[in-house]
């Protein structure tokens, strides 16, 4: 008999153990899907009519909130994602953007130039690090009636972005703008020369460049004092002469 009451007891602790630990986990999930569901995630929405190709402005979208529990890797969170973008599709107002529906603006600012990638290879060469917004020229080696020539085949061309490795980081090339009558030229150059060389193209002013100097104000008050007794010597001199005339 107390044999049988012990194991009563035994069996009646573990089943309110088991209990207990069942009603923690129970808990412990419904405080994370209260959780999900009561933390509200701020996300991008058109605030009107967008059309398709043009850019977006933040005038052009709106936040609204969801439950963190339904927000998607693609949703757009912040407005800088928003920078220099188009939408490749027609957004109604109150649509969610998503980030495949937006690509960057084409940096090219002539209706008639086209962008070309020149990218680092065994015929391609950059003599330096470039950036956005730089110029450059294009040299290549090639060869003309049987003669090898080296020549100066492209001048002040612009730097639209610049590539890089997607592990690495490093520079590995440059997107310029080219006017489209000459892009095949380019084109064929880059698949057929024997080395096509980019170099930075020196435009603009250096600082300081064609501004006046500023003098030293005591050789000023010298050069203002010289002229003054040059003036001076000038007068005596007509003096003189008006008085041997009248002599």
Do not use: C, W
């Not at 986990?25 to 899907?33: H, I, M, N």
């Not at 994602?81 to 960057?104: A, E």
């Not at 703008?177 to 080395?195: C, K, Q, R, W």
Request: net charge negative; charged share 30%; hydrophobic share 35%.
């Amino acid at each position: 008999m107390l044999e049988s009451k012990r194991r009563a007891i035994i069996f009646f602790i573990i089943a309110i153990l088991l209990a207990a630990l069942s009603g923690y986990f129970v808990l412990q999930k419904v405080k994370d899907l209260n959780d999900n569901l009561g933390t509200m995630v701020k996300i991008y929405v058109a605030d009107r009519e967008i059309y398709s190709r043009a850019l977006i402005t933040p005038d052009d979208v709106t936040t609204t909130e969801i439950p963190a529990k339904y927000i998607r890797d693609e949703y757009i969170t912040n407005v800088n994602d928003f920078q220099n973008t188009v939408s490749i599709v027609p957004l109604s107002k109150g649509q969610i953007i998503t980030q495949n529906m937006l690509k960057q603006a084409s940096t090219v600012t002539e209706e008639n130039n086209r962008l070309i990638t020149i990218l680092q290879t065994a015929n391609v060469f950059f003599d330096e690090r470039l950036y956005d917004m730089d110029r450059v020229d294009i040299i290549v080696s090639h060869e003309v009636e049987g003669k090898k020539v080296t020549e100066v085949f492209m001048k002040d061309l612009k730097v639209a972005r610049i590539a890089t490795n997607n592990e690495t980081k490093e520079f590995n090339g440059v997107q310029v703008e080219v006017p489209f009558d000459e892009v095949t030229d380019l084109i064929h150059m880059l698949n057929y020369a024997e080395t096509v060389r980019v170099i930075r193209a020196n435009v603009g002013q250096m600082p300081n460049q064609g501004n006046p100097s500023v003098e030293d104000p005591e050789n000023e008050d010298s050069n203002l004092e010289g002229s003054e007794k040059k003036d001076t010597t000038k007068e005596d001199v007509e003096k003189e002469t008006t008085t041997d005339s009248k002599e």
